[in-house]
């Protein structure tokens, strides 16, 4: 069995010219603001209307346009030898609201989607604002055409072939390539999550790391069975017993091209469960259904590790992917069982389904035994109570460091992957006491931060950092960059933190 072909991102190119003289392109998008007077065209707005020698405002005002980030108002064009790119067939008016980066990667996913289908479009809406604002407008150009499909005609929509960023007049490849870096990372993830558990196997997810590694140049150990039970990785043995496909462990390293004794580094953690029924402690038949998905926190380690290159990140970064699937079988873990983390920490297992933790738990150890890093970043589609804490449109973070958590957040903000920080109280500590064990497996409620203060006990006192993501791992609709299915949430905001000048800058503070 293999996947079929997917589609692809689009292709972009830099135009110093208005997007209504880019010659050879049938559709043409504009911005449109609000501003005191009702609307305002952006770069290339003025070019279009003596092109199309009509007036605009008197359009977009009967077609009620707003300007808001995301809306698109279509203006077709009939054939005609006297414009200067006579192939222009479609104009659309994109709003961008007040021009933020947030509101150009709203507006950039709303012109892929209206763009489907078409083989280029110019646009000048990525001059409008700052670096920033172009990167956000591509990664919404990408992140908005995503699709998946295992169809035996092939997908039922293609994105747009050609992006021109017109109305460019310096322009800057290195930034792009940032931009497509960051927005890829984005694809990557979400492919992965998306890709169905009859073949997505702990073997199979393995393999798919293994071959980013070698694109990326990165080193790559991959742990199969009989190597987790001798280096003493009881948990993710335990999770992965229940089926047919064994389970896994891969490490990535990333080192940067210039590295010394004083060069920062970061481990990152990501769940790595190919299919969760919730075990012996079986899921409803409903709660299923997405479960393809519980890996999305390993895909999202996999797409950074393979974009860090790219972005020529200063810092070393290890990633770890404990891979398993949950199932039901003969020799599958059950409720009472107690189980040996690596390093030798003890677990008694009262819910089969709070099989997540469990294998973090290992990898947690493992890499603050073996790796020394200086700070641990786990992320994973933890536990369904952070979606009744905040939703499905915001992630959860968990940390022991007030500087840590701060740079997260921020870059979180910047990529459009918001956080909440949540509490790791002292208070709930007595709940993970087992009267056999070092701790139960499912102590209760609140679970979010139950399950955070679990694993807080395997990160051998770094600097932590815990991003819950269960809340916002799937959009159960198209919204701006996010299409219905799994999201990839976290690599984005990862790859903008580890990234950024400092992401370690003031550590040390404990909360």
């Given at each position: 069995m293999?996947l ?7 292709e972009?190119?830099f135009?110093?010219?208005a997007?209504?003289r880019v ?11 609000p501003d005191e007077?009702g ?8 070019e279009?209307?003596e092109d199309?020698g ?10 009620r ?5 995301g ?7 009939l054939?005609t030898a006297?414009?200067v790119?006579?192939a222009m067939?479609m104009?659309l008016?994109v ?14 996913a709303a012109l892929?989607?209206h ?10 809406l990525?001059?409008v604002?700052?670096d ?5 407008f591509?990664?919404?150009?990408v992140l908005g055409?995503?699709?998946?499909h295992w169809?035996?005609?092939?997908p039922r929509e293609?994105?747009?072939?050609r992006?021109v960023?017109a109305s460019?007049n310096?322009?800057d490849q290195p ?7 960051l927005a ?13 558990s ?6 199979w997810l393995?393999?798919q ?8 140049g990165l080193e ?8 987790l039970?001798?280096d ?5 043995l335990?999770?992965?017993r229940g089926?047919?496909?064994p ?7 990333y080192?940067?091209k210039k590295?010394n004794?004083?060069?920062p580094h970061i481990?990152?953690?990501g ?10 402690s ?5 709660a299923?259904v997405n479960m393809?998905r ?7 380690v996999?797409?950074?590790l393979g974009a860090?290159?790219d972005l020529?990140?200063p810092i070393?970064v290890?990633?770890l ?8 079988g003969?020799d ?6 107690v189980?040996t983390?690596?390093?030798g920490?003890t677990?008694?297992v009262?819910?089969?389904?709070a099989?997540?933790?469990l294998?973090?738990?290992d990898?947690?150890?493992?890499a ?9 970043v786990?992320?994973?589609t933890?536990?369904g109570g ?8 915001i ?9 840590l958590?701060?740079?997260v957040?921020?870059?979180a903000?910047a990529?459009g ?13 007595d709940?993970?006491t087992?009267k056999i ?6 102590p209760?409620g609140?679970?979010?931060v139950t ?5 807080q006990?395997?990160t051998g006192g770094?600097?932590w950092?815990h ?8 959009s159960?609709?198209e919204?701006?960059?996010?299409t219905a ?11 903008r933190?580890?990234?950024s000048a400092e992401p ?6 404990a909360r």
């Amino acid at each position: 069995m293999s996947l079929p072909t997917q589609v692809s991102p689009p292709e972009f190119a830099f135009s110093d010219v208005a997007p209504s003289r880019v010659v050879g392109v049938g559709t043409v998008a504009v911005p449109v603001q609000p501003d005191e007077d009702g609307l305002a065209l952006g770069p290339g707005g003025v070019e279009l209307l003596e092109d199309l020698g009509i007036d605009g405002f008197d359009f977009l005002e009967n077609s009620r346009a707003t300007g808001r980030a995301g809306e698109v108002t279509a203006l077709p064009v009939l054939s005609t030898a006297s414009l200067v790119n006579p192939a222009m067939t479609m104009v659309l008016f994109v709003g961008v609201g007040d021009g933020t980066p947030a509101d150009l990667r709203r507006a950039g996913a709303a012109l892929a989607r209206h763009t489907k289908g078409h083989r280029s479009v110019a646009s000048s809406l990525a001059a409008v604002g700052d670096d920033e604002s172009l990167i956000a407008f591509v990664e919404g150009m990408v992140l908005g055409s995503f699709g998946f499909h295992w169809r035996s005609q092939g997908p039922r929509e293609l994105p747009v072939i050609r992006v021109v960023l017109a109305s460019v007049n310096q322009p800057d490849q290195p930034l792009l390539a940032r931009a497509l870096a960051l927005a890829g990372a984005g694809w990557r993830a979400r492919m992965l999550a998306s890709v169905p558990s009859n073949l997505k196997t702990p073997q199979w997810l393995a393999e798919q790391a293994v071959s980013t590694a070698q694109q990326a140049g990165l080193e790559v150990k991959v742990w199969d069975e009989h190597e987790l039970a001798k280096d003493g990785f009881g948990g993710i043995l335990a999770v992965g017993r229940g089926s047919s496909s064994p389970p896994r462990l891969v490490r990535l390293s990333y080192v940067p091209k210039k590295v010394n004794k004083r060069t920062p580094h970061i481990a990152l953690v990501g769940k790595g469960i190919t299919f969760d029924t919730g075990g012996l402690s079986i899921k409803p038949g409903q709660a299923m259904v997405n479960m393809k998905r519980d890996m999305t926190g390993g895909a999202v380690v996999i797409a950074v590790l393979g974009a860090l290159a790219d972005l020529d990140c200063p810092i070393r970064v290890t990633g770890l992917i404990p891979m398993a699937e949950n199932s039901i079988g003969g020799d599958a873990m059950r409720p009472g069982d107690v189980i040996t983390h690596y390093g030798g920490r003890t677990t008694e297992v009262t819910n089969t389904d709070a099989e997540g933790r469990l294998v973090l738990a290992d990898a947690l150890a493992y890499a603050a035994a073996k790796l020394a890093p200086d700070a641990l970043v786990d992320v994973a589609t933890l536990t369904g109570g952070i979606k009744v804490a905040l939703g499905l449109q915001i992630g959860g973070m968990f940390s022991t460091d007030d500087a840590l958590a701060a740079s997260v957040d921020r870059a979180a903000a910047a990529a459009g992957e918001p956080l909440w920080r949540m509490p790791l109280p002292e208070e709930y500590e007595d709940k993970l006491t087992s009267k056999i064990a070092d701790s139960d497996n499912a102590p209760g409620g609140p679970p979010a931060v139950t399950a955070a203060l679990f694993l807080q006990h395997f990160t051998g006192g770094l600097p932590w950092v815990h991003l819950d993501i269960a809340s916002v791992g799937d959009s159960l609709t198209e919204s701006y960059e996010w299409t219905a299915g799994p999201t990839g949430f976290g690599a984005r905001l990862l790859l903008r933190w580890l990234g950024s000048a400092e992401p370690l800058a003031g550590m040390g503070v404990a909360r």
